[in-house]
């Protein structure tokens, strides 16, 4: 198993509609949680960091956290084409020294 | 405020060579990481430098690979004798002290022929 598992897409959503990422990680005990985007030939950048359970939102885009399920996604709506990348799931376990733990990335499709 | 920069950003080089990757961080970060992306997989840590002092080395995947940071400036990750496998992008991210928010470099695209 995986210690962090996204689908790999791609993921096509029309312009306008809410775009749904998910993640799921293995480590009980991780703490943060980060979604990085990266577009081709690009380096990843971060778009949003979440640390409890529930909801966090930051413009168009919410982070949505569920420790009990070991899940967390990335919810981003009214989509642009621009939104079209791969969108990196990380997270940093109990290992210490704040290495991240990639997943291998959904790549999104925004249509016109 | 300079983002973190890499370079090269092409690498193309035989088997049984050497090659040295070199990461700027952003000025008056302490921490600098060294990340591997191969063909398909997922991006993988490498190694973890706190200033000069390696801080966690348990990603590097064998003795062919020597990162340096002298200094606690710019870091360099040597790879001797380069094999096929080694082939990949290699990101460098860098964070303030007590920050777990990372930034990361454009990458070095290294081909190994």
């Known amino acids: 198993q995986k210690e962090v598992e996204q689908n790999s897409g791609p993921l096509s959503v029309p312009e306008g509609a809410i775009a749904s990422l998910n993640c799921t990680y293995s480590d009980r005990v991780s703490q943060s949680f980060f979604w990085y985007r990266q577009y081709s030939g690009k380096s990843p950048e971060l778009i949003m960091s979440?640390?409890?359970?529930g909801d966090k939102e930051d413009g168009r885009f919410t982070a949505q956290l569920n420790k009990a399920s070991q899940y967390v996604s990335l919810l981003i709506r009214d989509s642009q084409p621009s939104d079209s990348a791969t969108y990196l799931c990380?997270?940093?376990?109990?290992?210490?020294?704040?290495?991240?733990?990639f997943g291998t990335g959904t790549q999104l499709k925004v249509e016109l | 405020e300079a983002g973190v920069t890499q370079f090269p950003s092409h690498s193309v080089i035989e088997k049984g060579q050497t090659v040295t990757l070199r990461c700027d961080p952003i000025?008056?970060?302490?921490?600098l990481y060294w990340y591997r992306r191969v063909m398909g997989k997922e991006i993988k840590f490498l190694l973890h430098f706190v200033k000069e002092s390696k801080q966690d080395e348990s990603g590097m995947p064998n003795n062919r690979f020597l990162a340096e940071r002298t200094g606690g400036t710019y870091s360099t990750l040597k790879v001797q004798p380069a094999e096929l496998e080694d082939s990949g992008v290699y990101f460098c991210a860098s964070s303030t002290q007590g920050q777990e928010t990372q930034y990361f470099g454009p990458g070095t695209r290294l081909l190994v022929l």
């Open positions: 990380a997270v940093i376990g109990t290992g210490g020294g704040n290495k991240l733990t």
């Open positions: 000025s008056g970060h302490d921490n």
């Open positions: 979440i640390y409890s359970n």
